[in-house]
């Protein structure tokens, strides 16, 4: 069974619900914002293969938290063009979604599905993302959530809470509603896309670099 929500959480939901039907210019995008948003980025990214590039072992733990931090906000981004937040017109938040989603080595359109047919779902045993409540229930403080990274990125998870959770994933993938998505457009904006970046790794610095400070920091850090 479900459990019961808290009235203050109800009377949250309430609000916002009656905010938005008044107002709801206020889930309008503004353009300007993203693109200055996606724009900050990219200098970012620029800025971390610059400095990994001029010295790698000053600079490599900087470079490896702080490029961890942008892939995040990757995953961000590809979440508000899932919903169609980050542009206020549906072509601009497809492609963002397929060229981040590129980058961050995801399919775009898979993801997609996952993450809505998780909407429509959400609580049931069909959830596509329930394993993530069962298992990572909301960090309770701060230390919490560190000692989570920390375990995440140093492989410290309990063996059978990992298989646990891949199995009830595999499971729940398996009834969701969402048919899957073609596969070969994503592989191939992958493949374009990690073809670029490690071509600027290697131009800019060493080949080794897009291996330790663009792959690495994408599965240890943004990912836990």
């Known amino acids: 069974m479900m459990k019961a929500v808290p009235d203050g959480k109800i009377e949250v939901v309430r609000f916002i619900q009656v905010l938005i039907a008044e107002r709801p210019e206020l889930l309008r995008p503004l353009d300007h914002q993203s693109w200055a948003k996606l724009l900050i ?3 970012w990214f620029l800025a971390c293969v610059l400095a990994g590039a001029w010295n790698p072992l000053v600079a490599g733990l900087p470079v490896f938290l702080l490029m961890g931090v942008l892939h995040y906000h990757m995953i961000v981004a590809i979440h508000e063009a899932i919903h169609r937040t980050l542009f206020s017109s549906i072509r601009p938040n497809d492609a963002a979604g397929v060229l981040i989603g590129g980058l961050a080595l995801a399919n775009f359109d898979s993801v997609k599905k996952h993450h809505l047919s998780h909407h429509q779902l959400y609580g049931r045993e069909s959830d596509p993302d329930r394993a993530e409540y069962m298992f990572d229930p909301p960090a309770d403080s701060t230390a919490d959530l560190i000692w989570r990274i920390f375990k995440r ?19 729940s993938a398996a009834t969701a509603a969402a048919k899957p998505a073609s596969e070969f457009g994503a592989l191939t904006v992958m493949a374009v896309t990690q073809s670029c970046v490690f071509a600027l790794y290697w131009a800019i610095g060493d080949w080794w670099h897009y291996f330790a400070f ?3 920091p994408m599965f240890v850090l943004s990912r836990f």
């Open 41 to 43: 980025m990219l200098l």
């Open 153 to 171: 990125s140093f492989a410290l998870t309990n063996l059978s809470e990992k298989i646990e959770r891949n199995l009830w994933r595999r499971k």
């Open 214 to 216: 663009w792959l690495a």
